[in-house]
């Protein structure tokens, strides 16, 4: 089960690759400005990820007005993720959690992902401007995608 609705959410400070190189990105540094949506994903160069990221990335204008900042999350390096981004065209700005401490925190650890180790889970996590857990959801399998339209709702409800 992931992260209690109405708990703070966990600060981190995760890795991006950007064409300028490696870069901090920090979750409270949104606190205060714009609400935020993390999407934790199992693993890059996979087809249901892939399919979720792109979709996601075409109608991120709707994210964005709802004033919410998108950030994928998987246990990938920022290398891999970013060569993957670039081959498949997704313009999110992919979080490298190497280390699962950020998944862990969330408590969305998917276990042992195909005999290959623990991954994250497929999950949606919104989080207001004040830096607590508006919406959280976890899919039963990592074949299923969150609910998109309950997340815009509840971004909806925190414009």
Not at 153 to 159: F, V
Request: hydrophobic share 45%; proline share 4%.
């Amino acid at each position: 089960m992931p992260i209690k609705i109405g708990t703070s959410a966990p600060d981190f400070t995760l890795k991006t690759k950007t064409a300028q190189g490696l870069e901090d990105v920090k979750l409270s540094d949104n606190f205060g400005k714009k609400n935020t949506v993390l999407l934790f994903f199992p693993l890059a160069f996979t087809g249901v990820c892939t399919a979720e990221m792109c979709d996601v990335s075409g109608g991120i204008s709707a994210y964005e007005s709802l004033n919410a900042t998108v950030y994928a999350i998987s246990v990938d390096s920022p290398f891999a993720q970013a060569a993957w981004a670039e081959k498949e065209k997704i313009g999110l700005k992919l979080l490298s959690d190497l280390n699962k401490t950020v998944i862990k925190a969330y408590d969305v650890v998917f276990p042992n992902l195909a005999g290959v180790g623990d991954t994250a889970a497929r999950a949606a996590i919104v989080i207001d401007k004040a830096g607590m857990v508006a919406y959280a959801e976890q899919t039963a399998t990592p074949k299923d995608l969150p609910d998109f339209e309950a997340v815009k709702a509840a971004l909806a409800k925190l414009k």
